[in-house]
């Protein structure tokens, strides 16, 4: 184990440059109502993660943000096991009947301020699964969304640039402190 | 003993079904059979309804040979397998939720997919409206004293799939787990139902987003068996490339994983890494990370490069540096064989009862493979092992998976190396009469298989799929026991069951 420690030291990291935060993705907070609660909620954010029906595909991406090219923590974003610890729910899937009540009651459980972010394909309108009986829709159709971050699923570079958008100050705004 | 075709020559055979034989039995024969699989004579590999009837599909696992028996149900109704066989269970309840096809004698009416909150029952079958307000569920009883139940989910606290799980505990110890699964069930049987083939292949790769390839590889396979297609050498070579990136990402993922379940983050960090390389060149040489919607029916849709050679031979020497110290540190590190050995037995009897695969059968004696049984082409031009292990604890399920990177390596350089010139496509042309299909590829997880039937002008008529997990997840109940409550995500990682696989 040392010498891996010590390998891990000596190795420059791989973590890569930080993108930019994504034109759409603050154009579309921009456009929200979002705008107060976004100068309280501040610099760093903590994330409750919910499958609301998704393939798992999007998930594998979600994880690949903790690993070592991506860093998500460095931003100050973390992902926590309570959503009465969250101040953004990231939500992924159709959102499939047999988990719409799921997804109400853990939005409910959220404090205000709060946002939802819809990950994915499936989460904007329901994807390929819309028209199914099983499936309600996008998570629009059961909460209030705040972000879409397309892609089938979004490559982890997509989704750090949508995630960073949330952490700009509104255009001509000041941050306030929490 | 007779072969499965005797058996099946005891039914009516059904004309263009292939590759294997399908046969139309009579009641008593089905129910002579389910008393077959339960003494071990035929492994269930599946069991699925349809219009007005229920097919089960059977492996002979010493010959590798593999059959289907359809039992008409116009009444609706037909003997359970369950009963005899108990891994028949879940996938006679989910035939009945979904066709309302109803088992006789089933030990667990029960419903199972549906929860009440579809606002139609039998979806499949005769449909009929119902009110969408879910209905509750009664979890088994557990008598005794000082036990007390912990409910966890359909969230979980972690970034993961979405299921409930009713722990019985006694102090520490788990005296019973009990699954409650279907939150993400999406309806893709019934999505596929009148589908182009196209659209439902690109479904079927839908369907566990983890293993995106082996699906549209199994339902690409059973199309195309269905109209006598021979993809292009090259595709097929090509597509099993794809398999085994696939198979190394989710090993590299799985192994670190268990880890950090066991906190010891440093191997998680690593096999991140490795995970990540392994994405990020199929990335470069197919251009999708997960490679979703490479494999179409007829063949594949991208073509490796010369410079897609080299990010595959550069990724296999990167994984052959790096690889072998974590699996030393495993090895080595004691606090963390202390979490894993002799955590979450699954005997090799109950193992080979569920024709258990994957890592889960193969870390408990069971030795099946489809790459090796089946022998699908490239696989039956190809040099590898099956590793096998008796132990059937977490420890020997990260250890299969340990050796199945190695071999997956190997098998990725002989692709490369092997890879035949010429076309990535034929043309998939109707057959002008209804056709049947069906193949079984290795996911992963285990044994994916994919039935279908097309209609005259190509279109899927009836398309099932069954995840290897609908056979795992009721054995992770069952090696629980007794275990400590701390254990269980252990446990639960090392098998890694899908949810949407199995919930589709
Ligand atoms: S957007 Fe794609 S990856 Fe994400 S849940 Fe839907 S099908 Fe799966």
């Given at each position: 184990m040392s010498m891996l420690l010590l390998e891990g030291l000596l190795r420059l990291p791989l973590t890569e440059r930080a993108p930019a935060p994504g034109e759409a993705a603050l154009a579309e907070l921009a456009a929200g109502v979002g705008r107060t609660a976004r100068r309280r909620l501040g610099r760093s954010l903590s994330i409750r993660e919910i499958?609301?029906?998704?393939?798992n595909g999007c998930e594998l991406e979600i994880h690949a943000l903790g690993n070592a090219f991506y860093d998500l923590e460095r931003f100050g974003l973390r992902f926590v096991a309570s959503p009465r610890h969250a101040d953004v729910l990231l939500v992924t899937g159709p959102v499939t009947a047999n988990m719409r009540e799921a997804l109400e009651r853990t939005w409910r459980a959220t404090p205000d301020p709060k946002w939802v972010v819809a990950l994915g394909d499936c989460a904007r309108d329901g994807g390929c699964f819309r028209d199914s009986y099983a499936v309600v829709g996008g998570v629009a159709a059961v909460v209030p969304v705040d972000l879409h971050i397309p892609g089938c699923p979004p490559r982890p570079i997509a989704i750090l640039e949508g995630l960073l958008a949330l952490l700009e100050p509104p255009a001509g705004g000041s941050r306030q402190p929490g | 003993m007779a072969g499965l075709n005797d058996l099946l020559g005891q039914g009516r055979r059904v004309e263009r079904h292939a590759p294997w034989p399908r046969a139309l039995v009579d009641a008593a024969m089905w129910e002579r059979v389910a008393a077959e699989i339960a003494e071990g004579a035929w492994t269930l590999l599946g069991l699925w309804g349809d219009t007005g009837a229920v097919h089960m599909a059977l492996l002979d696992e010493p010959a590798g040979a593999v059959g289907v028996i359809t039992l008409d149900c116009p009444a609706g109704r037909f003997p359970s397998v369950a009963r005899h066989h108990p891994p028949a269970l879940r996938l006679e309840r989910a035939a009945a939720d979904l066709f309302g096809l109803q088992p006789d004698g089933l030990p667990d009416p029960r419903p199972w997919l549906d929860h009440g909150r579809w606002g139609v029952r039998h979806p499949l079958g005769d449909r009929a409206p119902a009110s969408p307000d879910g209905q509750a569920y009664p979890f088994l009883a557990s008598e005794g004293e000082s036990l007390h139940q912990i409910p966890v989910g359909?969230?979980?606290?972690?970034?993961i799939e979405p299921g409930h799980f009713r722990f019985t505990a006694n102090g520490e110890t788990m005296v019973r787990l009990e699954e409650r699964l279907g939150?993400?069930?999406?309806?893709i049987e019934g999505l596929m139902a009148g589908a182009g083939l196209d659209h439902a292949v690109r479904l079927a790769g839908r369907t566990s987003g983890d293993s995106s390839v082996a699906y549209a590889l199994a339902a690409a396979r059973a199309a195309e068996a269905a109209l006598a297609i021979a993809p292009p050498p090259r595709a097929v070579w090509l597509r099993a490339l794809m398999a085994e990136l696939e198979r190394l990402a989710n090993h590299f993922g799985d192994v670190g994983a268990v880890c950090n379940d066991a906190a010891f983050a440093l191997m998680h960090a690593h096999c991140g890494i490795l995970r990540e390389r392994v994405l990020r060149a199929a990335d470069a040489c197919f251009g999708h990370r997960l490679m979703r919607d490479r494999i179409v029916p007829g063949g594949v849709a991208a073509d490796l490069d010369e410079a897609g050679t080299r990010e595959i031979r550069a990724l296999v020497a990167e994984a052959r540096r790096h690889f072998p110290a974590l699996v030393r540190l495993y090895d080595g590190t004691a606090s963390l064989q202390d979490r894993t050995v002799g955590t979450g037995t699954l005997r090799p009897a109950l193992a080979r009862l569920y024709g258990a695969g994957g890592h889960v059968g193969r870390a408990s004696g069971r030795a099946f493979d489809a790459r090796r049984a089946l022998a699908y082409p490239p696989y039956d031009a190809l040099a590898f092992e099956v590793p096998v292990l008796q132990e059937g604890d977490v420890n020997a399920r990260v250890w299969i998976r340990i050796r199945e990177v190695e071999q997956s390596l190997s098998l990725v350089e002989q692709i490369v190396a092997g890879l035949p010139a010429g076309a990535l496509r034929v043309a998939v042309t109707p057959a002008d009469e209804p056709r049947e299909g069906m193949a079984v590829v290795e996911a992963f997880r285990g044994d994916v298989l994919a039935w279908l039937r097309l209609a005259a002008d190509g279109t899927v008529a009836r398309c099932h799929l069954r995840d290897a997990s609908w056979f795992q997840w009721p054995l992770l109940e069952a090696v629980i026991e007794g275990n400590i409550v701390a254990d269980f995500p252990l446990c639960n990682k090392s098998f890694n069951c899908s949810y949407s696989g199995h919930d589709l």
């Open positions: 499958d609301a029906g998704s393939c | 359909p969230v979980h606290a972690g970034i939150y993400v069930h999406k309806g």
